[in-house]
Each structure stands twice: as structure tokens, then as C-alpha cells.
């Protein structure tokens, strides 16, 4: 510990290697074609096995909690942008068939994940089970939006039910998060969670983001207005984080995840909200927040990284474990494709869009790795443990990498296939008339 303030020195030298190792990583990612949060989460993986090459000196950052609050404040930042980058309109305006998605999308990959981890993971709590079920559940909205920007198909209905979809899987997998992390911390408490104790759990997750969105609508607008008379230079960005953090911690007193409060601040603060504000030149709150988001959230995906341990990965079994749970992650999300309603539309591009778990999978996996549960002699052990950590990492880095190139081909087919029937319905269409025109020259 360095005299005369409390941060010791190492952390800084381990914030640098942090940052450097996930810049390099997702800029390497990138130029593979894919999502750069696949590179942070890989330099994360090599920096915490630097052990077995005998080199133990980033041992200490799985430790440290300065570097485990800021890689929590980055994944509360990293929801918050998710909030921000969806609308509550459009949330409202998804239609039968992205509700009907949804719902099977979450429920069926979590029934098929927690039936995957009793099978191979049979002497841990039960509660660990629910937990990698829940980390099934959710969509990634910014790899699937990504790949549909890429290919010009974000205004096809299929888009348009998927991108519906996963925001209300994200929605439904926070309540699912805030009951099993309820059921958890009753555990610990030496006490156990009834029907009724998960009743009320999920009931206080749906009041609190009804209650914050109802109430925010009217009374947001009105706390900022004065915002935009400020002159003071990053006041929208200091008080928008403010309200965010007050949110966070509301759901953390009502029992909830602070994420979902982090989420609902985000849905209440889009730019609509200071459409009318003078913001200077400093653009929207988005890129506001940007710079902090670029610091903190690849703290959070190198963390998650630093947990996995490569020596785990190796056992047979967890392999399999690991190709299991991939499998019912991929499944699962197919499933949710039988709640398209509609006609004409490619439901099996709807159930690959559905697939990648990205960012969301990790959050959650990272969640449950933090909670601990009481073990024999008085001890406590996590609820993820690490081997079931790195299966869990295997899934959601398959299911982002099989995406784009199969939503990509989905699309391609359908097109092909559309172009097909339009031909074929032009010949016909034309073949009618020429009989027609042949059969009235004949009658003349």
C-alpha cells in the first residue's frame, strides 16, 4: 500500500494491462468479423492463465476489489446504454407474435438449461441449476441488431419481431435474475424460498419497473428541464448517471438486481426525453456516455475472462457438459420460433436471431459467480463455481460465433426463395396471358 492514500499502486499497472489486453482483443476480433466483446472476453481468458506459462504476476487482479467494484459499475453503465438504446414504444409495440417469442424464448432454454446443469452438475445446489438456466434466457440485442444492420435487414419483419423479442427476453430474464438471486441470498440467510417467497420477488420486479416507468414518464421530464439551463460542462452526464445509480439502488432495496434499475433508468433517459435541450454541441446522451462506457464495461468482459480457468476446460466431462448446455442454448431459442404468428415470415431466421447470448449470458454467469452459498464446515462456496463458469463461457462465446454466418444464410435463402416465387409467378402470370391473348385471336 502506497503511504499517503489508500489505492495500491498495483491496481493502476493492472487497470493499464486491463484496458490494453481488451482494446488489442476486440480489435482483433473485429477484423475476424466479430463482436469485439469476444476479444475482451478472450484477452481476459489469456491473462488469467498466464499461470501455467509461469507467470503468476496478474494473479492479484482476480482479487482486487477496486478492480471488481469498477467492473460492476461498468456492467451497471454497459445496461444503462442498453436502456437507452431501446425504446419503451416500440417495447409496447411489439405485436403478438414478438410477445409469443419471447416468452418461449425464455422459458424453453431455461427449463433445457436447468435440466443440463442437474445432469452434469449433480452434486451441486439446486439453486445453481436455476442459475444456468437463467443464463440461458436472455438475447444479445447488439450482436443480432449488428448482424441485421450489416446485411441491410433491419426493416424486414423478421427483423423487426426479432429486435422486439429480445428486448422483452431482457426484460423477462432481469425478473428471472432478481428471483433466483432472491432464492440465493434466502439460502444464505439460512432460510429457504416458498411459492410465495418467489411470488412476491417477481411481483416486486414488475411493480418496480412499472412503478419507475409510469412514474418517470411524467416526472423525469420534469426533474431535467432545469438540466438543460445548466452551463456547467457534462451536467446532462453527471446528473443522468445520477439518476441512474439512484434507480440501482432502489432495486437493490426493494431485493432486485441494481441492473434492473440501471435498465429502467436507461429506458427512461432516451433522447426523446432532451430532444428540446440545448446540449451544447456535445451531442446526444448516448455519446455522452460513451467515453465512461469505453472505460469500464471492457474492465467488466476481462474480469469475466479472468474467471475462466483453462485447466477446468480441460476435463472431459466439463467439455461435455460445455457441448450440452451450447446445444440446449441453440435448441431452446429454436423453439421460440413457433410464436410467429404471422404468414410469410422466415420463422427459422427468427429462432437464429434469437440465439447469441453475448454480453447478457456473461452478466448473468457473472452474477452467479459473486453469490455464495454455505457449504460443509462452516465454509461458503459460489453459486457458479468456476468449472460450470467456464462452461457457461464456452456457450455463450458458440452461440455468439454460430450467429452471424447462419442468420446471414437464413436470410440469403429466404431471399433466394422469394426471387424464386416472384419468377415463377411472373411466368405464370405471364404464360395466362399470352393463352388468353392466343385463345381471343383465335375467336376473331
Given at each position: 500500500m502506497?503511504?499517503?492514500?489508500?489505492?495500491?499502486?498495483?491496481?493502476?499497472?493492472?487497470?493499464?494491462?486491463?484496458l490494453a489486453v481488451a482494446k488489442l482483443g476486440g480489435e482483433l476480433f473485429e477484423r475476424w468479423g466479430q463482436p469485439a466483446v469476444l476479444g475482451e472476453l478472450a484477452g481476459g481468458i489469456l491473462v488469467g492463465n498466464l499461470?501455467?506459462?509461469?507467470?503468476?504476476?496478474?494473479?492479484?487482479?482476480r482479487e482486487s476489489g477496486v478492480v471488481a467494484a469498477l467492473a460492476e459499475l461498468g456492467v451497471i453503465i454497459l445496461l444503462f446504454g442498453v436502456g437507452l438504446e431501446t425504446s419503451l414504444g416500440e417495447m409496447l409495440e411489439v405485436g403478438w407474435s414478438s410477445l409469443l417469442v419471447a416468452l418461449l424464448g425464455v422459458a424453453t432454454p431455461f427449463l433445457l438449461g436447468w435440466?443440463?446443469?442437474?445432469?452434469?452438475?449433480?452434486?451441486?445446489?439446486?439453486?445453481?441449476?436455476?442459475?444456468?438456466?437463467?443464463?440461458?434466457?436472455?438475447?444479445?440485442?447488439?450482436?443480432?441488431?449488428?448482424?441485421?444492420?450489416?446485411?441491410?435487414?433491419?426493416?424486414?419483419?423478421?427483423?423487426?419481431?426479432i429486435m422486439g423479442a429480445a428486448v422483452v427476453?431482457?426484460?423477462?430474464?432481469?425478473?428471472?435474475?432478481?428471483?433466483?438471486?432472491?432464492?440465493?441470498?434466502?439460502?444464505?440467510?439460512?432460510?429457504?424460498?416458498?411459492?410465495?417467497?418467489?411470488s412476491l420477488i417477481a411481483g416486486k420486479a414488475v411493480a418496480f419497473l412499472v412503478v419507475a416507468l409510469v412514474a418517470g414518464h411524467f416526472l423525469v421530464p420534469r426533474l431535467f428541464r432545469p438540466v438543460g439551463r445548466l452551463k456547467t460542462r457534462g451536467a446532462l452526464l453527471a446528473f443522468s448517471?445520477?439518476?441512474?445509480?439512484?434507480?440501482?439502488?432502489?432495486?437493490?432495496?426493494?431485493?432486485?438486481?441494481?441492473?434492473?434499475?440501471?435498465?429502467?433508468?436507461?429506458?427512461?433517459?432516451?433522447?426523446?426525453?432532451?430532444?428540446?435541450?440545448?446540449?451544447?454541441?456535445?451531442?446526444?446522451?448516448?455519446e455522452l456516455l460513451w467515453p465512461l462506457g469505453a472505460l469500464l464495461v471492457p474492465v467488466f468482459f476481462v474480469m469475466m475472462g479472468l474467471r475462466v480457468d483453462l485447466r477446468e476446460l480441460a476435463r472431459p466431462e466439463?467439455?461435455?457438459f460445455a457441448a450440452v448446455l451450447t446445444a440446449a442454448a441453440i435448441i431452446g431459442k429454436q423453439v421460440c420460433s413457433l410464436g410467429v404468428l404471422e404468414r410469410g415470415v422466415n420463422r427459422f431466421a427468427?429462432?437464429?436471431?434469437?440465439?447469441?447470448?453475448?454480453?447478457?449470458?456473461?452478466?448473468?454467469?457473472?452474477?452467479?459467480a459473486a453469490l455464495v452459498l454455505p457449504a460443509a464446515g462452516g465454509a461458503t462456496e459460489p453459486v457458479i463455481s468456476r468449472a460450470a463458469f467456464g462452461a457457461i463461457v464456452i456457450m455463450v462465446i458458440a452461440t455468439t460465433l454460430v450467429t452471424p454466418p447462419a442468420l446471414k444464410r437464413a436470410f440469403a435463402r429466404?431471399?433466394?426463395?422469394?426471387?424464386?416465387?416472384?419468377?415463377?409467378?411472373?411466368?405464370?402470370?405471364?404464360?395466362?396471358?399470352?393463352?388468353?391473348?392466343?385463345?381471343?385471336?383465335?375467336?376473331?
Open positions: 502506497t503511504e499517503g492514500h489508500g489505492l495500491d499502486a498495483s491496481v493502476l499497472v493492472g487497470l493499464a494491462l486491463i499461470a501455467l506459462a509461469g507467470f503468476t504476476g496478474a494473479e492479484f487482479l435440466g443440463v446443469a442437474r445432469l452434469f452438475l449433480p452434486d451441486a445446489s439446486p439453486l445453481a441449476h436455476l442459475f444456468v438456466g437463467a443464463t440461458l434466457c436472455a438475447t444479445s440485442v447488439g450482436i443480432t441488431a449488428r448482424v441485421l444492420k450489416d446485411m441491410g435487414a433491419l426493416r424486414t419483419r423478421e427483423a423487426r419481431i427476453d431482457d426484460v423477462l430474464g432481469l425478473m428471472i435474475l432478481a428471483v433466483v438471486v432472491g432464492a440465493v441470498e434466502a439460502s444464505a440467510a439460512g432460510g429457504t424460498l416458498s411459492f410465495a417467497g418467489v448517471l445520477a439518476f441512474c445509480f439512484l434507480l440501482s439502488w432502489l432495486a437493490a432495496r426493494a431485493g432486485l438486481a441494481p441492473l434492473v434499475g440501471a435498465f429502467a433508468a436507461g429506458l427512461l433517459l432516451d433522447e426523446v426525453e432532451f430532444a428540446d435541450f440545448d446540449l451544447r454541441g456535445t451531442g446526444d446522451l448516448e466439463l467439455l461435455g427468427v429462432g437464429l436471431g434469437m440465439i447469441p447470448r453475448g454480453e447478457v449470458g456473461l452478466i448473468f454467469a457473472g452474477v452467479g429466404a431471399g433466394a426463395g422469394r426471387e424464386g416465387a416472384t419468377d415463377e409467378a411472373t411466368a405464370a402470370s405471364s404464360a395466362a396471358s399470352s393463352g388468353r391473348g392466343a385463345g381471343g385471336g383465335g375467336e376473331v
